[in-house]
């Protein structure tokens, strides 16, 4: 009697692909920032409790001599704190704690490439402030009475391109800190400065046409000048090439600064 012998084998593992290996540290990363109340917190509520807090600021301000509302500066303004808070700032902290905890040292052991790790850590962050912004400008344009946006391609572009810029601006700024306590008050220079100066509290249409030049370079200032831009449909081509140009800018410099400088293991 023969017995018929069979050979079977495994079937092939399915390849991970670099999607597939960024969102399964997005989904981890996405963990471990919940379970940081402090970082979370700041992420997740501050920028919704800002806008409220600048109202009776810019209420005050001449703003029909300069063709704007209460309403066009709020709204692009919470689009600014998003990025700001939800993005930027969360982020700086999240790059300096995997750092120090030496998270993306043994990352960069495995299958993951360099820019992987930087992207699948920064999707929860970008994430929350993409579903803030959303929520943000219906909120705004729900009880200040805004309107549609004329030209919501260039408020789309406006805020794509913060998504896009402000992750590697932090970093950039989480390069430069030995811990993150350091990485937050490294932060605070280009927070504050945009906060202030890149037309979120102060619109330019309102500032000297000196300063409001020198401020139009600012990081988030493309953002801000695209966004109001797009909702009022007065922003010529020229204008609206001069801030994507100035947002590219940014964003090419702060990929180069990182390729260059981000430091993958702590200062000893």
Do not use: H
């Not at 970082?39 to 800002?50: D, E, G, R, S």
């Not at 009776?56 to 808070?85: H, N, Q, R, Y």
């Not at 200032?221 to 100035?246: D, F, K």
Request: net charge neutral; aromatic share 6%.
């Amino acid at each position: 009697m023969s017995t018929d012998t069979v050979n079977r084998t495994a079937p092939p593992a399915p390849a991970v692909t670099a999607a597939g290996r960024m969102a399964s540290l997005a989904r981890a990363e996405l963990t471990l920032l919940a379970r940081s109340r402090a970082t979370f917190f700041a992420a997740v509520f501050v920028p919704l409790v800002l806008p409220l807090s600048v109202r009776s600021t810019v209420e005050d301000m001449d703003l029909a001599g300069a063709g704007l509302s209460v309403g066009s500066v709020i709204l692009p303004s919470a689009v600014g704190f998003s990025l700001l808070f939800a993005v930027y700032s969360s982020l700086v902290s999240v790059y300096a704690a995997r750092r120090e905890e030496l998270v993306l040292k043994r990352l960069r052991t495995g299958e993951l490439r360099d820019a992987e790790i930087l992207t699948g850590a920064a999707v929860p962050s970008v994430l929350i402030g993409l579903v803030q912004c959303l929520v943000l400008v219906g909120v705004c344009a729900a009880l200040l009475d805004v309107g549609a946006p004329e030209a919501p391609l260039l408020a789309v572009l406006g805020l794509l391109l913060g998504l896009v810029m402000w992750p590697a601006l932090a970093a950039v700024t989480a390069s430069f800190s030995r811990s993150v306590e350091g990485a937050q008050v490294a932060a605070m220079p280009l927070l504050l400065l945009s906060m202030m100066a890149s037309g979120t509290v102060v619109p330019f249409e309102v500032m000297p046409d000196r300063v409001a030049a020198v401020c139009e370079l600012l990081p988030l200032s493309p953002v801000i000048t695209l966004v109001r831009g797009g909702w009022e449909g007065s922003l010529s081509a020229y204008e609206a090439l001069g801030a994507v140009a100035t947002a590219l800018a940014w964003t090419v410099l702060a990929v180069f600064a990182v390729r260059k400088w981000f430091r993958w293991e702590p200062r000893r």
